[in-house]
Protein backbone atom coordinates (compact mmCIF):
# COMPACT_ATOMS: atom_id res chain seq x y z
CA UNK A 1 0.00 0.00 0.00
CA UNK A 2 0.95 3.35 -1.40
CA UNK A 3 1.09 5.80 2.14
CA UNK A 4 1.18 9.41 1.80
CA UNK A 5 2.52 11.20 5.21
CA UNK A 6 1.03 14.71 5.79
CA UNK A 7 2.54 17.47 8.64
CA UNK A 8 1.45 19.10 10.45
CA UNK A 9 -1.69 16.99 11.49
CA UNK A 10 -2.64 20.31 13.29
CA UNK A 11 -1.78 23.72 12.65
CA UNK A 12 -3.36 27.23 14.39
CA UNK A 13 -1.76 30.76 13.09
CA UNK A 14 -2.93 34.09 13.22
CA UNK A 15 -4.23 36.20 10.24
CA UNK A 16 -1.74 37.64 7.97
CA UNK A 17 1.24 34.94 9.07
CA UNK A 18 2.57 32.63 6.02
CA UNK A 19 2.76 28.66 6.53
CA UNK A 20 3.62 25.35 4.83
CA UNK A 21 1.74 22.06 4.75
CA UNK A 22 4.11 18.64 3.81
CA UNK A 23 2.98 15.32 2.16
CA UNK A 24 5.47 12.87 1.61
CA UNK A 25 6.09 9.47 0.58
CA UNK A 26 8.44 6.83 -0.48
CA UNK A 27 6.37 5.97 -3.18
CA UNK A 28 6.49 7.61 -6.65
CA UNK A 29 2.97 8.45 -7.62
CA UNK A 30 2.00 9.77 -11.42
CA UNK A 31 0.45 12.59 -10.13
CA UNK A 32 -0.75 14.24 -6.52
CA UNK A 33 -3.82 15.94 -6.42
CA UNK A 34 -4.62 18.64 -2.86
CA UNK A 35 -7.86 19.11 -1.80
CA UNK A 36 -9.69 21.39 1.26
CA UNK A 37 -12.54 20.29 3.02
CA UNK A 38 -14.52 22.03 5.00
CA UNK A 39 -17.06 20.68 8.02
CA UNK A 40 -19.98 18.94 6.77
CA UNK A 41 -18.92 18.79 3.29
CA UNK A 42 -16.90 16.87 0.89
CA UNK A 43 -13.13 17.17 -0.41
CA UNK A 44 -12.99 20.04 -2.94
CA UNK A 45 -10.13 19.50 -5.57
CA UNK A 46 -7.30 23.22 -5.45
CA UNK A 47 -4.99 21.69 -7.61
CA UNK A 48 -3.18 18.64 -9.46
CA UNK A 49 0.39 18.82 -9.93
CA UNK A 50 1.58 16.21 -12.66
CA UNK A 51 5.70 16.51 -13.08
CA UNK A 52 8.10 16.56 -11.47
CA UNK A 53 9.46 19.89 -9.75
CA UNK A 54 5.92 21.78 -11.02
CA UNK A 55 5.22 24.87 -8.91
CA UNK A 56 1.39 26.14 -9.46
CA UNK A 57 -0.12 29.07 -7.78
CA UNK A 58 -3.31 29.55 -7.05
CA UNK A 59 -3.65 33.16 -5.47
CA UNK A 60 -1.95 32.80 -2.26
CA UNK A 61 -1.72 29.69 -2.22
CA UNK A 62 1.69 27.86 -4.05
CA UNK A 63 1.70 23.62 -4.51
CA UNK A 64 5.26 22.18 -5.68
CA UNK A 65 5.25 18.80 -6.75
CA UNK A 66 8.79 16.67 -5.49
CA UNK A 67 11.71 16.48 -8.34
CA UNK A 68 11.04 12.65 -7.86
CA UNK A 69 7.23 12.53 -7.54
CA UNK A 70 7.58 11.44 -4.20
CA UNK A 71 6.39 14.47 -2.57
CA UNK A 72 4.44 17.82 -2.70
CA UNK A 73 4.27 20.64 -0.37
CA UNK A 74 1.64 23.98 -0.08
CA UNK A 75 2.59 27.13 0.96
CA UNK A 76 0.03 30.02 2.24
CA UNK A 77 1.31 33.75 2.29
CA UNK A 78 -0.56 35.79 4.24
CA UNK A 79 -3.31 33.34 5.38
CA UNK A 80 -6.93 34.05 5.73
CA UNK A 81 -9.40 33.24 8.17
CA UNK A 82 -11.33 31.60 4.94
CA UNK A 83 -8.18 28.93 4.63
CA UNK A 84 -9.53 27.71 7.74
CA UNK A 85 -10.46 23.45 6.60
CA UNK A 86 -9.11 20.01 6.12
CA UNK A 87 -6.58 19.44 3.55
CA UNK A 88 -5.69 16.58 1.83
CA UNK A 89 -3.23 15.67 -0.16
CA UNK A 90 -3.55 12.39 -2.95
CA UNK A 91 -1.56 10.06 -5.05
CA UNK A 92 -3.27 9.11 -8.25
CA UNK A 93 -1.83 5.34 -8.10
CA UNK A 94 -2.60 5.11 -11.64
CA UNK A 95 -5.31 3.52 -13.92
CA UNK A 96 -8.85 3.99 -12.46
CA UNK A 97 -8.72 2.88 -9.19
CA UNK A 98 -8.60 5.91 -6.81
CA UNK A 99 -6.55 8.16 -5.25
CA UNK A 100 -4.03 7.47 -1.90
CA UNK A 101 -5.15 9.77 0.43
CA UNK A 102 -2.73 11.59 3.42
CA UNK A 103 -4.50 11.94 6.71
CA UNK A 104 -4.90 15.80 6.23
CA UNK A 105 -3.82 18.79 8.04
CA UNK A 106 -6.22 20.65 10.12
CA UNK A 107 -5.64 24.85 9.71
CA UNK A 108 -7.10 26.96 11.84
CA UNK A 109 -6.40 30.53 10.86
CA UNK A 110 -7.33 33.08 14.05
CA UNK A 111 -8.44 36.59 13.05
CA UNK B 1 -23.90 22.14 -11.44
CA UNK B 2 -22.14 19.40 -11.40
CA UNK B 3 -23.65 17.22 -8.12
CA UNK B 4 -22.80 14.15 -7.03
CA UNK B 5 -25.22 14.02 -4.55
CA UNK B 6 -25.74 11.12 -1.49
CA UNK B 7 -29.14 10.10 -0.54
CA UNK B 8 -28.91 11.18 3.91
CA UNK B 9 -26.62 13.44 5.72
CA UNK B 10 -27.00 11.83 9.18
CA UNK B 11 -28.15 8.40 9.40
CA UNK B 12 -28.67 5.83 12.76
CA UNK B 13 -28.94 2.42 12.58
CA UNK B 14 -28.60 -0.85 14.90
CA UNK B 15 -25.84 -3.46 15.40
CA UNK B 16 -26.90 -5.95 12.84
CA UNK B 17 -29.36 -3.90 10.05
CA UNK B 18 -28.41 -3.80 6.69
CA UNK B 19 -27.92 -0.51 5.58
CA UNK B 20 -28.14 0.89 1.91
CA UNK B 21 -25.91 4.24 1.04
CA UNK B 22 -27.03 6.07 -2.25
CA UNK B 23 -25.26 7.83 -4.49
CA UNK B 24 -26.24 9.83 -7.56
CA UNK B 25 -24.09 11.27 -10.02
CA UNK B 26 -24.90 14.14 -12.29
CA UNK B 27 -21.77 14.31 -14.84
CA UNK B 28 -21.99 11.06 -16.71
CA UNK B 29 -18.92 9.66 -15.00
CA UNK B 30 -17.60 6.09 -15.49
CA UNK B 31 -15.77 5.78 -12.03
CA UNK B 32 -17.74 5.96 -9.21
CA UNK B 33 -15.78 5.71 -5.83
CA UNK B 34 -16.81 4.93 -2.00
CA UNK B 35 -14.48 6.08 0.63
CA UNK B 36 -15.04 6.44 4.54
CA UNK B 37 -13.84 9.10 6.87
CA UNK B 38 -12.58 8.68 10.05
CA UNK B 39 -10.91 11.12 12.57
CA UNK B 40 -6.73 10.44 12.40
CA UNK B 41 -7.34 7.47 9.55
CA UNK B 42 -7.90 10.21 6.92
CA UNK B 43 -10.22 8.63 3.57
CA UNK B 44 -9.85 5.19 3.30
CA UNK B 45 -11.33 3.11 -0.23
CA UNK B 46 -13.69 1.18 0.26
CA UNK B 47 -14.96 0.09 -3.23
CA UNK B 48 -15.03 1.41 -6.49
CA UNK B 49 -16.59 0.81 -9.92
CA UNK B 50 -15.19 2.07 -13.15
CA UNK B 51 -18.22 0.75 -15.35
CA UNK B 52 -21.55 -0.27 -15.19
CA UNK B 53 -21.93 -3.52 -13.21
CA UNK B 54 -18.45 -3.66 -12.30
CA UNK B 55 -16.61 -3.33 -9.18
CA UNK B 56 -13.15 -3.80 -7.54
CA UNK B 57 -12.06 -3.93 -3.71
CA UNK B 58 -10.25 -0.99 -2.36
CA UNK B 59 -8.17 -1.44 0.62
CA UNK B 60 -10.95 -2.12 3.34
CA UNK B 61 -13.91 -4.18 1.64
CA UNK B 62 -14.58 -6.18 4.70
CA UNK B 63 -17.93 -5.70 5.53
CA UNK B 64 -18.88 -3.85 3.03
CA UNK B 65 -20.49 -4.51 -0.71
CA UNK B 66 -21.63 -2.54 -3.79
CA UNK B 67 -24.53 -2.53 -6.67
CA UNK B 68 -23.77 -0.15 -9.71
CA UNK B 69 -26.72 -0.72 -11.75
CA UNK B 70 -27.01 2.05 -13.61
CA UNK B 71 -23.97 4.39 -14.52
CA UNK B 72 -25.32 7.49 -12.61
CA UNK B 73 -26.16 5.06 -9.18
CA UNK B 74 -23.70 3.81 -7.03
CA UNK B 75 -24.47 1.98 -3.65
CA UNK B 76 -22.92 1.04 -0.85
CA UNK B 77 -24.22 -1.69 1.33
CA UNK B 78 -23.90 -2.93 4.68
CA UNK B 79 -24.83 -6.26 4.98
CA UNK B 80 -24.98 -6.59 9.01
CA UNK B 81 -24.04 -3.19 10.36
CA UNK B 82 -21.73 -3.10 13.49
CA UNK B 83 -20.26 -0.28 15.96
CA UNK B 84 -16.89 -0.25 14.13
CA UNK B 85 -18.27 1.04 10.97
CA UNK B 86 -19.71 4.34 13.03
CA UNK B 87 -17.84 6.55 10.13
CA UNK B 88 -18.15 9.41 7.97
CA UNK B 89 -18.64 7.43 4.17
CA UNK B 90 -18.18 10.11 0.98
CA UNK B 91 -18.96 8.80 -2.48
CA UNK B 92 -17.15 10.28 -5.51
CA UNK B 93 -16.90 10.04 -9.24
CA UNK B 94 -14.34 10.86 -12.15
CA UNK B 95 -13.98 10.67 -15.57
CA UNK B 96 -11.71 7.51 -16.31
CA UNK B 97 -8.35 9.40 -17.23
CA UNK B 98 -5.30 8.49 -14.17
CA UNK B 99 -5.52 12.39 -12.77
CA UNK B 100 -8.72 13.35 -13.40
CA UNK B 101 -10.40 15.16 -10.35
CA UNK B 102 -12.50 13.53 -7.77
CA UNK B 103 -15.84 15.11 -7.22
CA UNK B 104 -17.46 14.63 -3.96
CA UNK B 105 -20.42 14.48 -2.49
CA UNK B 106 -21.07 16.01 1.23
CA UNK B 107 -20.76 12.58 3.03
CA UNK B 108 -23.52 10.30 4.86
CA UNK B 109 -22.63 10.44 8.64
CA UNK B 110 -23.21 6.99 10.01
CA UNK B 111 -23.75 5.81 13.29
CA UNK B 112 -24.67 2.71 14.34
CA UNK B 113 -25.64 2.03 17.88
Known amino acids: TQLLEQSPQFLSIQEGENLTVYCNSS?????LQWYRQEPGEGPVLLVT?????EVKKLKRLTFQFGDARKDSSLHITAAQPGDTGLYLC???????????FGKGTHLIIQP | DVKVTQSSRYLVKRTGEKVFLECVQDMDHENMFWYRQDPGLGLRLIYF???????EKGDIPEGYSVSREKKERFSLILESASTNQTSMYLCASSLPATNEKLFFGSGTQLSVL
Open chain 1, 49 to 53: VVTGG
Open chain 2, 49 to 55: SYDVKMK
Open chain 1, 27 to 31: SVFSS
Open chain 1, 90 to 100: AGARGGADGLT
